[in-house]
């Protein structure tokens, strides 16, 4: 077969980003390899005021996403939750690329095992599935039972490798162990920034400089 034929393969990874660390860009690259990706969309949500972190904009942390992604192939920042009005809706987000990239495209929401957990009290949970495949990261300091409404939600959908995932356009669920395990946390990274502890080699350098420099997180 002609490799120009092969439908589009393109991931979406969401998150806050608040900041972005090793531990996103290292998935979402492992990501793209595991699945013969043409892309990954890194999408920021838009946090409403009352709950961000005083000091640190959307705005700004679309910034360090994009310092940190720099010219890394096949890795995108996607700014397309923050220009929409209310609440970031994977939904939305996954029916927006839907549209753009056809039918036929596979399409794939990815996550980190954390989130996962808490995917069945999302809006419109088995929409995802209609729009998008499911992939699970697995992330070294977290693993316990599944809620029975998690359970419930992904019934018969899990499947075994790539392969099978890519048969189809949406609907699958498929858990990854990537190569790369990386134990690093947003929420670390701040607490540290806040003591004025150091955060090198926790997130690319252009990134702690552009944090520093504004003495964001302090
Ligand atoms: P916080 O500590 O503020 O909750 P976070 O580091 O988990 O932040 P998010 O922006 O919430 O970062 O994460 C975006 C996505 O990336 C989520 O699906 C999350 O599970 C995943 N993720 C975050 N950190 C890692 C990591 N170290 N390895 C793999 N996936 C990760």
């Known amino acids: 077969m002609c490799v120009a034929e092969r439908p589009p393969r393109v991931a979406m990874l969401g998150g806050t980003f608040d900041p972005v660390h090793v531990g996103h860009l290292r998935s979402a690259i492992e990501l793209r ?5 043409d892309s990954v969309h890194m999408v920021p949500a838009r946090v409403p005021p ?12 679309m910034t360090m996403l994009a310092l940190g992604i ?8 996607d700014d ?24 036929q495209a596979r399409l794939v ?8 957990r808490h995917l069945a009290e999302w809006h419109e949970p088995s929409r995802l599935f209609e729009l998008a495949h499911v992939v699970v990261i697995d992330r070294p300091d977290h693993q316990q039972r599944l809620p029975a409404a998690l359970e419930a939600l992904v019934e018969g959908r899990e499947v075994k490798n790539v392969d099978t995932l890519m048969q189809s356009p949406a609907g699958g669920l498929l858990h990854l162990s990537l190569p790369t ?3 690093i946390s ?14 090198r080699y926790l997130l690319p350098d252009a990134v702690e400089r552009y944090l520093l420099a504004r003495r964001l997180y302090r």
């Open 33 to 37: 390899e595991a699945l013969s990706l």
């Open 50 to 61: 009352h709950r961000a972190t005083p000091g640190v904009d959307a705005e700004q942390r």
């Open 70 to 77: 720099a010219d890394t192939p096949g890795l995108y920042v």
């Open 80 to 103: 397309r939750e923050i220009r929409r009005e209310g609440p970031s809706y994977s939904t939305a987000t996954l029916a927006s690329l839907r549209e753009e990239l056809g039918t």
């Open 109 to 116: 929401m990815a996550l980190g095992y954390d989130a996962y």
């Open 181 to 183: 395990r990386i134990a």
């Open 186 to 199: 947003a929420t670390a990274i701040r607490a540290r920034l806040q003591r004025g502890e150091s955060v």
